[in-house]
């Protein structure tokens, strides 16, 4: 049996949660309940080591990692003893390398597999879904995080709080931290607004477990019943243009009271066959998000009942709908509409019945064009014609052999053609006609629109009502059919979009070409509207655009194909996203049908085009922050290492300049000789500050030439007054060939990388300057025995002003230039500088530079150089 785990979760440290565990503990223990304390960390806080006492507590297993000593939690210790209870503190820490699992909730969840109760505690900064809000509160990164499933699936997860005053003043007393780092918190991580801010996201972070809990206990106990824990608001939109106004009415709501929720749900047809708009309800769910809400969409034929269960499912306490736009006079015709069957069926849960500009504005009967188009409804009225003449002229021939019966089955049979070719109501039409032929032609007395037989009345009659019926059916089948077909070219072609975008075509050419190519047009193009003065008439929809109003200053975002249009006024074809960006088609005129595809497409485009700016605006934000950064940088870096050299040749000046003191001779040397190496050092670092500016402006204009590699070096460390001839060894071969390379710039490498490597190294230890060919190429290697830098920091001391801190020496001074100087000149020169591990322990930074023959002495500024080997090896 799987053991159950219990949380003590915390807006921060030292709110109580491990004294809360201890607590329980105890309580547990005194109950008859076998309590071990399998890992707790008391940070030195003397009443939490107290409360330890009386509790049994497994011995921790030690781990030596890096040549320092860490404890772990024994998880083998805690199964071999095997209790009914253990205490496992700080359920998100990560253990040290080399344990059996990488974090601690691990070794919980192999406790708990096997049968072992586990009390745990964790911080809300610690659970993975809040760790980025976390850190954009309080500035500091957690490293540390757990899975939010992990917490949520615990039988107990119980919130230790306490008030910001509360805690600051705990901190204050020195019952958190000790009080050398009591300042230092109490103005960062503890300050009041942040302890707030995370208090707020712990119960919050609870109340939707607990949330999750109650939802669960009522699915389970089958309690459709609505609980009012809190306000939850639905709106039901239907893609109409009353939908914004839902929204803001809802959000409003939502708004009165904490926590709040917001849910818009939208009832498609099961058959797939809605007349919704598609940008609408697009345009509609982003507001909708802005505001903090959710969208869904649901499947069901009948809309009030699906909107009903979603309220249900959800524990919804209130209801948002529209006012119905049916036309007075038809909902009189057909009785109460979907609002009102809502209102009447929603029992405990409140209906708000919004008004807005568009009710009562629906029409009284449908559109005469919906369904097939005016060229088949012409060709119907057309197949009418002709072939009701036709049958009155067989008939008539055949008066004789037919009776009446067959004469209304064969006209009937017209009435059915008719409409499979022309709808509706060409086949009606056809049956009032066929009925005034039919009571002229063949109903006695002849040739007379008179009736002498009642039952010949009734048959009329009865043709009309069948006819009528019949066509209707045929007619809503045909739709339906050409509805299918087209909602199935719909999503094959949403497909479609959604595969390119699933394989990352969501570059915005990428996209418009996907538009062009669907919609078979010459041109597309994303206009932006820079003016406030509209360029059309836009219709209720957004969809299309009818002429006049004034004319607006667009700018073009993006555009595929030839002859691209500038103005909305220019295309065929125009689709508004949003209020200023609007997507527009040249080549030709799109049908209605086709406009609600590409108002999927458009609004794909929007998409795309804002997450373009954004990345542009990320790119420069990155750009200034890095700017910030080394702006930062250099003042740190710089204040202090100007500040030395002048105060020190500043001190010498004065003192020599002073009449108050007499100085002997070898006194006035040794002032002298202070002033004279301090402006040393700050000439060097003006130089190199100069040097950096150059590489980075990228103005270095090498003047390549055939170097002495020998040279080069013995010029470096004559010139640099830092490096000490008897810490520095050179070992080059004296056939080592020549280089192309600025000498000028050579030697700045060479010392700088010769610092570099005695900043770090130690005394005892001297640096190897070596040169080598390889092929096409020879290398200049400068080999310390420092402590040397891991793989994956090593582009990072490439960086301006990055040092290395950990193993300084009296070479130490400088601010961090003399490597990414280094590789700039390098570059400059055509060459490359890397890094590599020194066998034994180390760093050897290798100089690569192409050997000099009589062609390259041609290379120009930036030219790069083929280190490729050519044979022969190591000459």
């Not at 390119?500 to 597309?524: C, D, I, K, N, Y």
């Not at 994303?526 to 607006?552: I, K, M, N, W």
């Not at 194909?561 to 799109?590: E, Y």
């Not at 202090?640 to 100085?663: N, Q």
Request: negative net charge; charged residues 25%; proline residues 4%.
């Amino acid at each position: 049996m799987r053991g159950q785990l219990r949380v003590y979760l915390g807006a921060a440290p030292g709110v109580g949660k491990t004294f809360a565990m201890l607590d329980e503990g105890h309580r547990r223990r005194d109950r008859g309940t076998d309590v071990v304390v399998a890992y707790v960390e008391t940070h030195g806080r003397p009443r939490t080591a107290e409360r330890l006492e009386g509790l049994e507590v497994v011995q921790r297993r030690v781990v030596d990692y890096r040549g320092a000593s860490f404890t772990e939690l024994d998880v083998d210790a805690v199964l071999a003893r095997r209790p009914e209870l253990a205490l496992v503190d700080e359920l998100a820490h990560s253990n040290v390398p080399g344990s059996a699992h990488e974090r601690r909730w691990q070794d919980i969840e192999q406790l708990l597999e096997a049968g072992i109760d586990v009390i745990s505690t964790v911080n809300v900064q610690h659970l993975e879904s809040l760790n980025d809000v976390v850190e954009a509160i309080t500035g500091v990164p957690q490293r540390e995080t757990v899975p939010d499933s992990v917490v949520r699936a615990a039988e107990q997860v119980e919130l230790v709080d306490m008030t910001p005053e509360a805690l600051r003043k705990r901190m204050a007393h020195g019952n958190i931290y000790q009080p050398d780092k009591v300042d230092a918190a109490l103005s960062n991580y503890f300050r009041p607004g942040n302890l707030t801010a995370l208090r707020e996201l712990a119960l919050l972070w609870l109340a939707d477990s607990v949330e999750e809990g109650m939802q669960r206990y009522r699915e389970q106990h089958g309690i459709a019943a609505k609980w009012e824990t809190r306000e939850r608001i639905v709106v039901a939109l239907t893609g109409g243009p009353e939908g914004d106004t839902l929204v803001r009415r809802a959000a409003r709501i939502a708004a009165r009271v904490a926590g709040g929720d917001v849910l818009a749900v939208h009832v498609a047809r099961s058959d797939g066959l809605s007349g919704s708009s598609i940008a609408a309800l697009e345009r509609q769910r982003l507001l909708l998000e802005s505001l903090g809400g959710t969208y869904h969409s649901i499947i069901g034929d009948d809309i009030a009942e699906a909107v009903l269960s979603f309220a249900r499912a959800n524990n919804a306490t209130q209801i948002v709908i529209g006012a119905s736009r049916r036309n007075p006079v038809m909902a009189s015709l057909t009785g109460p509409g979907t609002g009102m069957t809502i209102t009447r069926l929603s029992g405990s849960i409140d209906v708000h019945v919004v008004g807005h500009d568009f009710v009562g504005k629906g029409r009284i009967l449908p559109a005469i064009s919906r369904g097939l188009t005016v060229r088949r409804r012409l060709a119907g009225l057309g197949v009418a014609v002709v072939l009701l003449t036709a049958l009155v002229l067989i008939c008539t021939s055949a008066r004789g052999e037919l009776s009446l019966g067959s004469d209304l089955l064969l006209f009937l049979l017209v009435v059915v053609l008719v409409s499979l070719v022309g709808g509706f109501y060409p086949a009606f039409g056809a049956a009032v006609a066929a009925s005034v032929l039919l009571n002229y032609y063949f109903v006695e007395p002849l040739h007379r629109l008179t009736i002498s037989k009642p039952e010949n009345v009734l048959a009329l009659i009865v043709f009309i009502l069948i006819a009528t019926l019949v066509s209707r059916v045929v007619d809503a089948a045909a739709r339906r059919s050409a509805e299918a077909a087209r909602s199935n070219a719909e999503a094959e072609t949403l497909s479609t979009l959604a595969g390119s975008l699933l394989r990352g075509e969501q570059a915005l050419p990428a996209l418009l070409e996907r538009v062009r190519e669907t919609f078979a047009v010459s041109s597309v193009t994303l206009l932006q509207r820079e003016s406030e003065a509209p360029t059309s008439q836009a219709s209720p929809h957004g969809l299309g655009r009818r002429p006049g109003g004034l004319t607006g200053t667009w700018t073009c975002l993006a555009s595929i194909g030839p002859d691209p249009c500038m103005t909305p006024d220019d295309a065929d074809t125009q689709v508004d996203v949003g209020d200023k960006l609007s997507l527009v088609l040249r080549g030709r005129a799109l049908a209605a049908e086709d406009q609600r595809v590409l108002s999927a497409f458009a609004t794909q485009v929007a998409v795309a085009y804002q997450q373009r700016r954004l990345a542009d605006a990320a790119a420069g934000a990155d750009e200034l922050a890095e700017t910030d950064r080394l702006r930062s940088a250099l003042l740190n870096a710089v204040s202090h290492d100007l500040r030395t050299p002048i105060a020190s040749a500043k001190a010498a000046v004065s003192g020599l300049l002073s009449t108050d003191v007499t100085w002997s001779d070898s006194d006035r040397l040794e002032l002298l000789t202070s002033a004279d190496k301090s402006l040393d050092n700050l000439t060097a670092l003006v130089t190199n500050l100069l040097d950096l500016s150059r590489v980075q402006a990228g103005v270095l204009a090498p003047d390549i030439t055939s170097v002495d590699v020998i040279d080069a070096i013995s010029m470096a460390m004559d010139h640099s007054p830092h490096i000490a001839g008897d810490r520095a060894v050179v070992d080059v071969p004296p056939y080592t060939p020549e280089v192309c390379a600025d000498a000028g710039l050579l030697e700045r490498v060479i010392a700088n990388l010769i610092e570099n490597a005695l900043r770090y190294s130690p005394p005892d230890k001297p640096v190897r300057v070596s040169a080598s060919a390889h092929g096409r190429s020879v290398e200049i290697r400068v080999v310390d025995q420092g402590p040397g830098i891991p793989e994956g920091d090593r582009e990072t001391v490439f960086a301006p002003f990055q040092r290395r801190e950990d193993h300084r020496t009296a070479y130490s001074a400088g601010v961090g230039l003399g490597l990414a100087i280094a590789r700039g000149f390098t570059e400059a020169m055509g060459g490359t500088l890397t890094l590599d591990d020194t066998p034994g322990g180390g760093l050897t930074t290798v100089v690569a530079l192409r050997r000099a023959t009589s062609s390259d002495l041609y290379l120009t500024e930036g030219s790069k150089l083929d280190m490729s080997p050519a044979g022969g090896g190591e000459e």
